[in-house]
């Protein structure tokens, strides 16, 4: 990803602060977009690009945390890194656990901060071409008929041609055609590739996606 | 042999290859990929034991291992292997990379190992060569286990029978098989990563939360469990606490939790850690997972490091506000330990809360016993300064038993010492139960004389602790120790004036560490309550002796006597004088003396009565002449009468003695007595009397007077030039305009110094003038009393009352603490980001001098704005007199809500102001900050727990009726009615962690001011309101300069 095109948003009520660090920033090359407040930043057009936020602790009005939870809930993926100043325990470790990416203390040194970026940056890249890759394939599953999706979901579980028509109520022959169309639309040439691209969309032979607990995992 | 191929480095590549349409295969594909995208993380063990067979048979392979290596990659686990029925099973078991260099090698490199027969392998593989032929491997390929481009360890497929060539379709089933496999490992090992970072937040909170909670006093227990816990969870052998030395040269070891049988850190490690004190000064972690990762700088602590047997350590400084109170150390000696930087920061977080709870302690500790010795202070004054004097005694020895309880010492006593005469006795003693009380009927200044010398004639403090741990050198101490059996002893000596001294001396047989060196000048203001206590009582008591022997030697007096008041009335007969003129005593009394005389003499004496009231001397009568008194019955008799003014603070009288010329010698005896009696009446109650002749221009004073003095005056000017310098011109007004004006009397006090250097007294002169009809001044009479004492003691009072405002502030302060550094971090942050961008635009080589520029105004702009932060926060740390000037009640506002900006974000607070520009009051800005602090940091602590959404306080001033007025209101819980009687008195607190001073504090500043401070009732339901209100002050802030006492006109 090429890092010229990435966006850093910096939300922090203190003017100097949001003067030194988009300066800061934008030496190192980012694009920087500053904000007094959680409402100014919210009220801004949804951001599609890569990026990433430098959202301040402690700010009057709504802090930088409940910003986080009501990114979260808004489904805005830009990932966030703490400012915050020395001795705030409770509110650096429930960051974490919400999904910061990390914590700075202020004042921040500029290597560390600049890595945190970069790292972010990337990080939000590749959660962008996951999704990317995502969308494709349930572009793909979307030209599926019902019926081809029923035969689908019974290839991916490992049933042979048989035991899926006898399931559907159909004969071994269509059966076979509805296979050989579902490989041919979603673009595969084997059942292994198949359960692969079922997987990175979350269709699963019995459970449901685990969307939570992977986004929990991407954290740590 | 064919080449290694590498492995394409992402895991979502779908596999493209020409894949073997095995039907057999596919199923079991699909049947692995469907169980483990299923998979619970703590069932995929499970798992994969469960279809390593059904893999290895379905391929018609004979073994399949599956190798990590640990999350700090120093060794490798076979975690899972099967082995068909027939050859002998492979047990799971750790390796070294040292069994397999060169397969480990080529893992490395995320290579696929193929290895069709033994002869394939390159020469360089002599172990793996020795294993094949000792397992009796005929065949076998290598695929690393990759995830997220870290090698977490590889599976290896094995055939035992038959050699195999692993054509490539082969290879990527294998392939297609390790990716699931991976994708399993990697879910496990991030939930199990998750589960950990997970149990040590927990861990975190519920330690933080503990702490805070934590009564005072159970701090040290709850430090140990919490190493244990944190020792147990991190998997090392040792937690230690360390605090830092006073003299900052070693850090001590305190709490410390080791696993059995590990030793603990040594009692002490000195600063020629020079590298870790370094880091931990500056706030850094000092973080060594291995000995080898240390740097050349850190060769002492490779050698501590080793010789302890310490395989790694990570190290945190405690800091408690910009205080480093010492270091938490955690060490593993078993083996080394990665400590990654997620954990690193998380025990940084834990290094804050230790820090807050010790630091917590610390202050706590040092603030409550000093408070309850001021408090003791306090009562002790308050009993002693209203005690009668017959109760004197009995107060003091109750003072030395709460001392001696309060110090838990042995005995608590007060020596009196006489210089003249060179005896100290103990005058008044204490002692704990079980302990034979000293002996009163000793001389200790022949039992000790060294302790008398020193206590007494060189007036210095004894301190000593611990004696008799090795045999006394000093002299002194051997006393202590061998003569009196002491281990311990303060002694302070007390002057009380005269040539009797005291000594207040705390002893005891035991250690006893508590009567540190701070302590000492407190014990010193206590000792001279004491004394001063003592002292009066013995004045009050001499004096009341003296009046009595007064009133009875008139009483019997072999002469007539009589005292008559400045109108000539009698107030006073004796009954000699009944007897002789023969009347009773009710009869004369309130009648003019002129009854007493033969008529032609009456208008005579009535004119020489108005004469003599004004003068000083005592004289007789008559001027030689015999006079002549009526007896009731109409005789005269011949008598000689001696009259003798007497100058008292409720005016004057005049003392006639009648005599009998038959018993003029008697009678002159008898007025000297009387005379000799008034002076030593006036002595002891420190008050000497004056008198101003307008003729002469001549000063009178009383042998007191003298005394009080000093020196000889006879003009008023010499009693001006007395005076230091910088009275002398208000006495000089205050004389002047008393003459001038006529109708005031006079009252001034002033300090005399004296022209030999002796000790400077403070004086208290009054007066009044008598003036001729033609309005001309006579004469002027009046008292000088010595005050010294009494102004010494308020003065102590008030440096007291500073103190105890300034511990407040001082502890306001650092409950503050965390603010003030997120205040003072904001301009840090921006003076960095721009420093730093601004030597990035420098190093581009094209920099652009305009956005330099601004770069540079903005650091200096936001310099200027920490070093204000500084500054406030100085001035409320600084211990400095009272200082009263003329101050905006407004800007006074402004400045401390700035500072306390970030502590109400924190809080959630919203903060209004409506602020007056134009009132202004005469004040100590920092003690009207002080008590502004206090009242908006109640408001806060009060609304902290309040279920409100609206958490909000409005501060406003405004003028009203000459005062100014500031109100500071809370949206919080409000004051219960049963509370509001008593919120201003001291220790009326509810909170669990305040001392209960802040509104006896915000009270007593504020009355200080001349102003006074209330809570106002309540309206509606919610909510605190206090409103102080200070006097306005309507100069300029030229004149506040000159708000001194005195003003000299």
Redesign the interface.
Known sequence: MNSDAATVFVVDD?P??R???G??L???GYRVETFESAKDFLARARYAGAGCMILDV???GT?GPELQVQMAEMGVSLPVVF?T??????T??SA??KGALDFLE?????EA?LEVVRQAIAQHACTQA?QE?RRLIEGRLATLSARERDVMRE????R?NKQIGAALGITEKTVKVHRGRVMEKMG??????L???C??IGI????PAAGEDEA??R?? | MPEPSALPPTA?Q???GD?L?S?EF??L???L??DF??MRANAIDDGIDRWLGRIVRTLGLDRMTVAQLRSDSSAIIRTHSYTVPGHVPLTPRVQHEGDVPWLAGQMRNQRIVLIPKVSDLPPEAVREREFMLAEGLKSNVSIPIVIGGDLIGWISFTSMGAECDWRPEVVNRLR?IVNIFAGALR?KR??F??ER??QF?EL??AI?AQFVQLPWGSIDRHLRSTLQRVVEFLGVDRGTILTMSPDRSALCRTIWYARGGIDPVPVALSSDYAWMFGKLCGGEPMVVSSIADLPVEAAAEREYLERAGVRSAVAVPL?FGETLLGAAIFSALREEVRWSR?FVQ?LL?LG??LA?ALGRQTLEEAQRGMMRFEQLIADVSARLAAVACDRADEEVTRTLRATLKFFGADHCTLVQADLARGSARICHRANDTGITPLRTDVDYASACPLIYEWLFRRGETLVRSRLGDRPAEDAIDREIAEGLGFRSMVAIPISSGGRVHYGFVLASRRENASWSKEYAPRLSVLGDTLVNALTRARADEALRTSEERFRSVVESAPSGVLIVDRDGRIILANPYLERMFGYRSEAMLGRHVEMLLPLPDRERHHAYRREFISETDARRMGGGRELVGLRKDGTEIPVEIGLSPIGTSEGRFVLATVIDVTERKQAEQALRDSARRLAEAQRVARLGSWEWDVATERIQLSEEARRIVGVEVVKVSDLVALARAEDRLALLGAISRHWRERSESLDIECRLAPPDGGAERIVRISGNTYYQPDGAPLRSVGTIQDVSEARQAEEETRTLRMQLWHTDRVARSGML??SL??EL??????????S??AL??LA?GNPDIAELRE?LE?IV??DK?AAAVISGLRAMVRHKASEREGVGMAAVLTEILALLR?EL??A?V?LTTDLDQDCSVLADRVQLQQVVLNLVMNAVEAMRDSKTEERRISVSCRGADGAVQVRVQDTGPGIPPERRRSVFDAFATTKPQGMGLGLAVCRSIVESHGGRIWLEPAAGARGATFVFSIPAWAGTSADAGSNGEVVAR
């Open positions: 203190d100097s602060v003067r030194g660090l300066r800061l934008r030496s190192a402690r700010m009057p802090t400012l100043a020395h001795g705030e325990v409770a650096g470790v974490m656990k202020k004042p921040v040194d500029d901060l996951h890759a290839v991916i579980q490992g042979l595969v040439g084997s059942v292994a590739e359960v692969h691209l997987d990175i699963t032979p019995a459970l929990m995992r954290v740590f | 979502y779908p596999d493209t894949t349409r039907p596919e199923i594909i699909s049947e990929a469907a995208v299923s297609l879910r991030d939930d990563q998750l970072t997970r937040e975190l909170s933080s800091f997620a998380r977080l804050g809360v807050s603490t965390a550094a997120h971090n904001q301009p840090l942050t921006a003076i960095l980001s721009n730093q961008a990035r635009f581009s770069t903005d702009r936001d704005r970030s974000i924190g959630g919203e």
